[in-house]
């Protein structure tokens, strides 16, 4: 065998190794029974073709590989935001693991979350005795200032109610009457993870908020960022051009301390995300202000019910989209944008014009959460691209009309077709019968790009076969400007490679582009 103490191979050579591919060879003879490798063949020809599109098109009672995640993990991360805040998901370990290892996998970082650890008994007794010395543990072991709750497909199935069981065992005793529990249902099989972060922030400024008296502080504004695995490099960004303006804001739901903590020797919990006094003085704000429409309605009419001005945008990437957003701060603090940040405007439209000749014309498909597809959309028609297929599984008719509205406003969106409700699979057929340029999403697109040959670029939650670009922005001129920057890397890197022969494919010697 090759491997040995002296000779340590990693996993992907190491099933290269002669031994290795003898060993999986006769597993696939002997155990799997396959068909003949030409009827494989013709099979995956056959998927390849417009007949076999319609069909699975028209796929009602199966989801492969859909672009989304369940409610629960976005309820995790929203908790992730706030100060000193453990996430309690009242349910099964094994589901509290997953969204874990989601966000460690994505960020890099740890992600503490507990369970009630529900089991059979549970499931048929329902869950109380579990939330009640959860909480217990939860409280006394990690020094929380305040415990998100949030549940599972088996909660929500036998029907536990989140605030009778936490009164109930905050009357046991198991955190005090008065520590703060918010909580939300989060069924994990309606909706999808930005249903789950809309829900547990909207729990926790109800928790906060209800019943007190609103005394309005004009020109503040609070800023909620959407569920975002950009956070980190986005509202740093963000901070970064408020602070330039001088606008009195909070950011509500900051988890950009959390997924970038420094390896200084100290073990960090919890970091940053926003003070719980900064959570209660922001029922003052004259505004309520959110990145991403989808990932915020229910908690935008619980803010107007207050009586604040709210809007919302679709993640503010590129330059329209970023003008909208820094208007609207201006309309409401009164401050003027300043020159310096024109400036930073000028910069991207510069080198949007530099690079003109190798973006025009260039045609994409997009898939991830309904703000994320929107943005992308309007920036590639910004640099004379054609988005061709726009896909949100979890995109709604209403997502479906703004897109469409979006697409008809320039020349460039008028092949374009939008694709609510449909997974992975299907963007397979749409590549393989209208191919595209490249792919933007996340890394789940790495098997299309195989497949298809188009060349995929990661912008999106989550990216676990790439380290880092959650620490870099996507949002307002900079982050557009890095958007830029990476679409033109795929372009020239796929250059490169089509043209690497000299004489055969490289007539020129190309080193200037």
């Known amino acids: 065998m090759p491997q040995s103490a002296e000779k340590i191979l990693d996993h992907a050579p190491l099933f290269r190794e002669p031994e290795y591919r003898q060993m999986l060879a006769e597993k696939k003879l002997n155990f799997e029974c396959p068909h003949p490798d030409q009827i494989v063949t013709d099979q995956g020809e056959y998927t390849k073709t417009w ?24 309820a995790v991360f929203a908790a992730a935001g706030f100060e000193r805040t453990m996430s309690f998901v009242h349910g099964s370990q094994g589901c509290v693991a997953y969204y874990r290892s989601h966000l460690s996998r994505h960020f890099k970082e740890p992600s503490s979350a507990v369970s009630s650890s529900m089991t059979e008994d549970a499931a048929v007794f329902g869950g109380l005795k579990n939330m009640i010395d959860g909480l217990a543990n939860t409280y006394t072991l990690y020094d929380p200032k305040m415990i998100a709750v949030s549940t599972t497909c088996m909660a929500e199935v036998i029907g536990d109610d989140l605030h009778s069981f936490i009164e109930n065992a905050k009357g046991q005793g198991s955190v005090p009457a008065d520590f703060d529990v918010p909580f939300a249902h989060t069924p994990a099989f309606v909706g999808s993870h930005v249903d789950g972060y809309d829900g547990m922030v909207k729990g926790i400024l109800e928790n906060f908020w209800k019943g007190k008296e609103r005394k309005e502080v004009a ?18 960004e963000l901070k970064r051009l408020l602070d330039v303006m001088g606008v009195s804001y909070a950011f509500i739901q900051d988890a950009s301390d959390q997924f970038d903590t420094p390896s200084d020797g100290m073990y960090r ?31 935008l009419e619980f803010c107007q019910e207050f009586g604040q001005v709210t809007a919302s945008f ?5 330059l329209k989209a970023t003008d909208e957003f820094l208007m609207k701060v201006s309309e409401i603090s009164g401050k003027e944008i300043p020159g310096t940040i024109g400036l930073e405007r000028g910069r991207l439209v510069d ?22 597809v929107y943005a992308v959309a309007r920036f590639v028609m910004e640099t004379g691209g054609e988005p061709m297929h726009c896909l949100a599984t979890n995109g709604t008719s209403a ?4 897109m469409k509205e979006l697409l008809a406003s320039s020349p460039f969106g008028k092949d374009a077709q939008v694709w609510s409700g449909k997974d992975l699979w299907a963007m397979r057929s749409l590549l393989f019968t209208e191919p595209v340029d490249l792919l933007i999403g996340n890394s789940y697109g790495k098997y299309l790009e195989r497949d298809t040959g188009t060349p995929l670029i990661r912008l999106t939650f989550p990216i676990f076969d790439r380290h880092h670009h959650h620490r870099f922005p996507l949002m ?34 190309d080193l200037t582009r």
Request: net charge negative; glycine share 10%; charged share 25%.
């Open 269 to 299: 919990m919890y970091d940053g995300g926003t003070k719980i006094e900064d959570v209660k003085a922001a029922l003052n704000a004259e505004a309520t202000l959110s990145l991403q429409h989808y990932s915020t309605r229910k908690t």
């Open 399 to 402: 997502w479906e009309a703004e």
């Open 476 to 509: 307002g001129y900079q982050g557009g400007l890095r958007v830029l920057t990476t679409i033109l890397d795929k372009i020239f890197d796929k250059l490169d490679r089509e043209t690497s022969k000299v004489g055969v494919t490289d007539y020129s010697y």
């Open 51 to 74: 007949e076999y599109r319609e069909k699975n098109l028209a796929r009602e009672a199966l989801v492969v590989n859909p672009a989304k995640a369940c409610q629960p993990l976005g």
């Open 314 to 318: 679709h993640y503010p990437l590129g």
């Open 219 to 236: 020109g503040s504004i609070n800023i909620i960022p959407g569920f975002d695995g950009f956070c980190v490099g986005n509202n740093r």
């Open 351 to 372: 080198a949007i014009a530099d690079s003109q000749a190798w973006l025009h014309g260039k045609k994409y498909a997009i898939y991830g959460d309904p703000d994320f």
